[in-house]
């Protein structure tokens, strides 16, 4: 076991991990018999109890659906689920509650946007700009998007260190509608100044659409501080059930945008041949929305508020410096991405010439759960020529001496490889 | 939960030698037929080359990159069917593909194991076309 502890980390000290970690059923679970040494948040975190309970407790006594039933259970469902958007909303720094549209998850929320707004506002001639670390969620809406208006698609390129190039941004924002970036890279974990790349846009006069996909869970967020228009996020990623997510909007600008998804529940008045659309949030929740994952998501962000948002950010990275210094020592280990400065929990390594899957495949065999792959970023892979990386990634229930667990496991695969 | 034979059982001499030392490695000029295809899941990449002798393949190239039970996978393959008629190779089931390759493949690492196939069969489909 490694000789550093946590002690001395800022953030969150040694007894505040095992009380989170006792939180967490799953890390009980023993795959291949040995302690589950789960590295793989940035792809999905795990539940605690609370968020389990929260949702289970709504099952067992007061499901209802919303905004429809006079009863009583409907009416506390109906409160829930609109107390679960005040929470996110006070979370991320929103204006007001209405800001925050419920929607699958951040794939869903980037896509409304691109069509309710893009449809509407992005005409052949314009521009709209992205950057080439961007998953393929925040990528592939917006291909689509200039396909169908005949705008143009440009790239921020990325630097050899994983760093967003700005040298030519306002030659590539002129002219733009909308600039799309992420605000964390999720293969790299470079993380991106929000702020002053909002800011860009908006002198340009284009909206910024922020992939905050990586940013909430792991750091505080504050949407009016960043200046962004948009931002788009899943609940999975941050202790919160699948099939949630969240779009925040500025008011003025979802005020003004016509429903991504027609049906129930986003009306005002119908008539057979024509409707009028509800306020927003509603106009863009369409048809019965997933409750329970909301009410799961306010259990999620009363979590991460009880832990503060400020130690768990600074504990990711205490842990990110930890393994990054272990790593350096392991011959053939190869890092991607930029400065420790410039990063968050989020490790990419190639080991000699084990190919990503085979090295997952052996650490899985150690109980050790990493991403392999293309994490969803060919275009950057093809830039950084690698066929697949390995992702190791960090949460506030991650310890100091599972990072040694990692290392061990990569030492199993190098022998077995006969990699010196 | 199937926990096959673990990883020593996976990652076996043979394998890692097909992987180092893929037999058959390289390309065909003018082929017969040729394909090439990914495996989305993990980028793994195969094209691969076959020249034609009446029904029979008379020799077959492979290129590409991935994971070793890909890469190695594909190596055996191009070992099994050269000499065999094209129709032996089309009626090929994924099942005598895993036995030759002579390793439990959990069903993750499946779509690694059977890319080398499935080109070929897509190769030779194409030519048929
Ligand atoms: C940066 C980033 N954007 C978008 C997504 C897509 O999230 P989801 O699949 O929950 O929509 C992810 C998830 O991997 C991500 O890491």
Redesign the interface.
């Known amino acids: 076991m490694s000789a550093r502890t946590l002690a001395a980390s800022p953030g969150l000290s040694d007894g505040d991990v095992a009380r989170i970690r006792v939180d967490f059923p799953i890390l009980l679970e023993r795959?291949?018999g040995k302690p589950l040494v789960f590295l793989d948040s940035a792809a999905s975190s795990q539940k605690p109890l609370q968020v389990i309970g929260a949702m289970d407790d709504y099952y067992r006594r007061y499901h209802a659906n919303i905004h429809r039933g006079v009863y009583h259970i409907s009416e506390l469902a109906t409160e829930a689920y609109e107390e679960a958007r005040r929470k996110v909303a006070r979370f991320i720094g929103a204006a007001s509650a209405a800001e925050c549209i419920f929607v699958r998850n951040a794939t869903e929320g980037l896509n409304l946007v691109a069509f309710a707004w893009g449809r509407r506002n992005v005409r052949r001639g314009d521009a709209i700009v992205v950057t080439e670390m961007e998953h393929h969620s925040n990528l592939v809406p917006w291909q689509v998007l200039a396909q169908e208006t005949g705008a143009a698609l440009r790239f921020v390129p990325v630097d050899d260190s994983g760093l967003l190039d700005l040298t030519q941004l306002d030659t590539l924002l002129d002219g733009a509608k909308i600039f799309a970036f992420t605000a964390v890279s999720n293969t790299l974990g470079t993380v991106n100044d929000v702020a002053l790349l909002a800011a860009r846009a908006r002198a340009a006069g284009a909206i910024s659409v922020v992939d905050a996909c990586q940013a909430v869970p792991r750091m505080p967020v504050d949407v009016q501080a960043w200046g962004c228009d948009f931002a788009s996020f899943s609940g999975h990623k941050m202790l919160g059930p699948t099939g949630i997510g969240v779009l925040w909007g500025r008011l003025e600008l979802l005020d003004a945008m016509p429903p991504f998804m027609t049906g129930g529940g986003m009306i005002n008045v119908v008539r057979l041949q024509s409707s009028t659309y509800a306020d927003v949030p509603a106009r863009f929740e369409a048809g019965t929305p997933a409750i329970a994952e909301a009410i799961g998501l306010g259990a999620a962000v009363d979590y991460l508020e009880a832990v503060g948002m400020d130690a768990i950010h600074a504990y990711e990275l205490a842990l990110t410096r930890i393994a990054l210094d272990r790593l350096a020592e392991v011959s053939a280990v190869k890092i991607y991405g930029p400065p420790f400065e410039h990063r968050t929990g989020v490790i990419s390594m190639t080991v000699g010439d084990?190919?990503?899957?085979?090295l997952a495949?052996?650490l899985d065999?150690e109980g050790v759960c990493v991403r392999?792959?293309?994490h969803c970023n060919?275009p950057l892979?093809e830039k950084l020529d690698v066929?697949?990386t390995t992702r190791a990634s960090f949460y506030l229930y991650n310890t100091a001496p599972e990072i040694d667990v990692l290392i061990r496991g990569i030492e199993k695969a190098k022998g077995?490889?006969?990699i010196a | 939960m199937n926990d096959f034979g673990g990883v020593d059982d996976l990652y076996r001499d043979f394998i890692l030698d097909h992987y180092r030392h893929p037999r058959n490695a390289g390309t065909l000029e003018n082929p017969d037929a040729t394909f090439e295809d990914n495996n989305p899941l993990c980028g793994d990449r195969i094209r691969m080359d076959v020249r034609i002798a009446g029904d029979r393949i008379d020799d077959v190239r492979f290129a590409g990159r991935g994971c070793a039970i890909s890469q190695a996978s594909a190596s055996l393959l191009t070992e099994a069917v050269k000499g065999k008629t094209v129709a032996e190779v089309e009626q090929l089931s994924d099942e005598a593909v895993l036995e030759n390759l002579g390793i439990s493949i959990s069903a993750v690492r499946l779509k690694c194991a059977l890319l080398g196939i499935k080109v070929l069969k897509s190769a030779l489909a194409l030519k048929r076309g």
């Open positions: 795959p291949h084990i190919h990503a899957h085979d495949t052996i065999s392999a792959g293309h060919q892979m066929p697949a077995i490889f006969g």
